[in-house]
C-alpha cells in the first residue's frame, strides 16, 4: 500500500547494499517519496530497481558527491540522505548530508564517539 504524497521529496541513500537499506527503500516508496541517487561499493544490487527503476546508482563515492552537484545545478533538491553505512562511516556521510543543505537520516549509532557529535553540528548548515 504506497501513500500518496502531495509533496514528495527526494532522498539519496548510502549503503544501499546493507541489510537494513531495504527497510529504508521500502519506507521511502511506501510514503510517495523520490530515491534519486544511492551509493554503495557493491554493484550487485538489484533491489533498487524493482522500488525505484530511474535512480542512478554509483559505486565511487566521489561520483555520486558529483552527481548532487549536479542535481543541485540543476534544480533539484535532496531533502534527505538516508545513511546505512557501516558505523565507522557514519559521521562523514552525515557531513556529506549537511553540505549538500539535506538532512540526514542515520541507522544507529550515530557517531561511534559522542565528541564527533559536536563537529556534525557546527557543520549544522541548513541541513538537520
Not at 521511502?28 to 535512480?55: C, H, M, Q, W
Not at 558527491?65 to 540543476?74: N, S, V
Not at 565507522?88 to 556529506?96: A, G, K
Request: proline residues 4%; contains cysteine.
Amino acid at each position: 500500500m504506497s501513500l500518496m504524497n502531495e509533496n514528495p521529496k527526494n532522498f539519496g541513500l548510502i549503503g544501499v547494499a546493507g541489510y537494513i537499506a531495504v527497510r529504508h527503500i521500502h519506507a521511502i516508496k511506501e510514503t510517495g517519496n523520490n530515491l534519486l541517487a544511492s551509493l554503495d561499493k557493491f554493484d550487485s544490487v538489484g533491489r533498487i530497481d524493482s522500488y525505484f527503476p530511474e535512480s542512478d546508482f554509483f559505486v565511487e563515492f566521489e561520483r555520486f558527491d558529483r552527481h548532487f552537484d549536479k542535481l543541485k545545478r540543476t534544480g533539484t533538491r535532496i531533502d534527505y540522505v538516508s545513511i546505512c553505512s557501516p558505523n565507522y562511516l557514519h559521521d562523514s556521510h552525515i557531513r556529506f548530508a549537511l553540505r549538500h543543505h539535506a538532512d540526514a537520516i542515520c541507522e544507529k549509532p550515530i557517531v561511534l564517539n559522542p565528541g564527533i557529535l559536536t563537529h556534525c553540528r557546527n557543520r549544522k548548515g541548513n541541513g538537520k
